[in-house]
């Protein structure tokens, strides 16, 4: 049974013998649907070169893990696999989330980007309203951060927990969410919502 907001670790994390896990966003330019579908996952390529020690072409299939989605236009959950590599120099497993989904978060990137530009009447939105409000309350928590992690100051202020406030200064800075994730993790080891370890270089 899946829960609200499930979100699977890799099979064997702190069991199979790595030095750490990191996850990257990968770009795919379809939805969920057709990640599916066409068993995209089996054709993702190992990054050139390890986010953890920089070394180029060590990383090797260590298969997959399944997550869990929120589906389109229903109140469902669709489960999505996740290609995982392990790098043969440091030992660290990298696994690449496609952009459509939100680090640790079981709703999809485009019905939170939907909420968050102030569409609260969309089906998708009525249908996970109790999950997106919680979201949104930590992305309102959690942007004064963002900006100390990130070294970027706004060039306006923005009015306190409004929609047209923190969310249009952030994609005045970011871009749209899926496009915003990818950014944030590649270049600042965080997300929209918080920083986590496994966007972060395991220590030794």
Known sequence: MWSHDWVAAPPGYGIC???GWMQIILEFSGSPEKY???AAHKKVRAPPACPACGQKNRLGPLGFYPRGLSKKGSAGIMSITVRRFLCAACGVSVS???NFAQPYRLVRNETVQTFFDGKKDADDVLRWDYLLRRYWRRFCRWFPELFVRTAIRPGRSPPVNTFEGFWGIFKDLWGPLALA????????QVTPFGAYRCHATPSN
């Open 17 to 19: 013998n790595t030095r």
């Open 36 to 38: 599916v579908s066409r």
């Open 96 to 98: 690449l989330l496609p």
């Open 181 to 188: 994730t990818g950014r944030l993790v590649r270049g600042f």
